[in-house]
T-cell receptor, first 114, second 115 residues
Framework: AQSVSQHNHHVILSEAASLELGCNYSYGGTVNLFWYVQYPGQHLQLLLK??????LVKGIKGFEAEFIKSKFSFNLRKPSVQWSDTAEYFCAVIPSGGYNKLIFGAGTRLAVHP | KAGVTQTPRYLIKTRGQQVTLSCSPI?????VSWYQQTPGQGLQFLFE???????NKGNFPGRFSGRQFSNSRSEMNVSTLELGDSALYLC??????????????FGPGTRLTVL
């Protein structure tokens, strides 16, 4: 079955530290990849997406992600986190032909301390 | 543009009852998807509707059903509620595009508690 693995369930960082959240998926065909974020008390919102083309994609709020096809990975990065980045981050995939069926990872809770 | 709205926001039911949740997508969006979010299972896809037709379905029992109306509003129904159905139910809508998938915009969710 198709699945998404997020390696870290909880991450604690100090402001200005660099962030990398791992995401791996299990699907051999073409995939469409997403990172969503859920800030405390807010809706899920899209950080960035990859459909095709340049494997390094930039999203909102200084986030970026790199698609490495050979590693089935789509890791999220940010060079310098802020307290306002405290949130839960979800990696998700839609396999080709999956219409809008998002398959989510378990999520990573990020806490940034001032 | 108004976002995705879901009603009610909170609901308390007892085992064996049934419940109907409503979702109004962003104006112009024709695809509506439903997800269940629980601490144990995370975010799981329930089903997707597009132009009043169910286009995709997740691995949930037949007690979970949905429909979409001609104005793209969608409802989901859960019959014979079980304790394990307690969850946050999220609705998401997507704009029409040339491809079969697109960014999904999520609503605030309906928090269902089954006692």
């Amino acid at each position: 079955a198709q699945s998404v693995s997020q390696h870290n369930h909880h991450v604690i960082l100090s402001e200005a530290a660099s962030l990398e959240l791992g995401c791996n998926y299990s699907y051999g065909g073409t995939v469409n990849l997403f990172w969503y974020v859920q800030y405390p008390g807010q809706h899920l919102q899209l950080l960035l997406k990859y459909f095709s083309g340049d494997p390094l994609v930039k999203g909102i709020k200084g986030f970026e992600a790199e698609f490495i096809k050979s590693k089935f990975s789509f890791n999220l990065r940010k060079p310098s986190v802020q307290w306002s980045d405290t949130a839960e981050y979800f990696c998700a995939v839609i396999p080709s032909g999956g219409y809008n069926k998002l398959i989510f990872g378990a999520g990573t809770r990020l806490a940034v301390h001032p | 543009k108004a976002g995705v709205t879901q009603t009610p926001r909170y609901l308390i039911k007892t085992r064996g009852q049934q419940v109907t949740l409503s979702c109004s997508p962003i104006s112009g969006h024709r695809s509506v998807s439903w997800y269940q979010q629980t601490p144990g299972q995370g975010l799981q896809f329930l089903f997707e509707y597009f132009s009043e037709t169910q286009r995709n379905k997740g691995n949930f029992p037949g007690r979970f059903s949905g429909r979409q109306f001609s104005n793209s509003r969608s409802e989901m129904n859960v019959s014979t509620l079980e304790l394990g159905d307690s969850a946050l139910y999220l609705c998401a809508s997507s704009p029409p595009s040339g491809s079969s998938y697109n960014e999904q915009f999520f609503g605030p969710g309906t928090r269902l508690t089954v006692l």
